[in-house]
């Protein structure tokens, strides 16, 4: 994630000589394989206890998610506020400590990842689909479509199915872009 100003919104859009998005890659039985260098990818947000569920589901422990993106993807967001083919966004997920070093007040991201989650559009291996990793890393099997996540971020995503609404970097790009969905619109009661 990183900082970009807002006016980078309105900014006319770059070239179209964008390159493509790293192919995700998959094992031969079709598991995908956590990008190892997504940590060298553009940082989007972070996030705090976040929860999508009614009941509010909250663990017994605190957690940050911090979300990547891989570079060329961003590039073609930022150019046209959508995702293009092959996009792939890492969510790594971290415990949050409040008491270390000096620390008196608020929460700090402690210790190796608890897990990741990968967001991934592939039109070969049939559009948007959900990825879970252990902290083992080892590769995902791809999150049944009968899952809550399908069907949560496709009436909740901001843009493409994706929760852009949580990227404030992005946000005013699909705004200026007027890429925001009709479902984000109306729930937002934005006027795009």
């Not at 900014?11 to 940590?39: F, K, V």
């Not at 990547?68 to 150019?79: G, K, L, M, N």
Request: charged share 20%.
């Amino acid at each position: 994630m990183l900082a970009l100003s807002s006016s980078a919104a309105t900014a006319a859009p770059a070239s179209d000589t964008t390159a493509a998005p790293q192919a995700p890659s998959y094992t031969g039985d079709g598991r995908l394989q956590l990008p190892a260098d997504y940590r060298q990818w553009v940082f989007l947000t972070s996030g705090l206890d976040m929860s999508y569920r009614e009941d509010g589901g909250a663990p017994d422990h605190s957690m940050f998610d911090n979300v990547f993106v891989d570079p060329e993807a961003y590039r073609t967001f930022v150019q046209t506020g959508h995702w293009p083919d092959r996009t792939a966004l890492v969510m790594e997920v971290r415990g949050a400590q409040t008491k270390g070093s000096i620390n008196r007040r608020g929460s700090f991201q402690s210790g190796a990842p608890m897990g990741y989650e990968v967001h991934v559009r592939d039109d070969a291996h049939g559009g948007w689909a959900f990825y879970s990793f252990n902290g083992d890393r080892a590769p995902a099997q791809k999150i049944p479509t009968d899952r809550a996540c399908y069907t949560c971020h496709q009436a909740h995503g901001a843009v493409d199915t994706t929760f852009v609404q949580f990227y404030p970097t992005l946000l005013p790009i699909a705004e200026a872009r007027k890429t925001l969905s009709p479902a984000f619109r109306a729930e937002s009661g934005a006027a795009h």
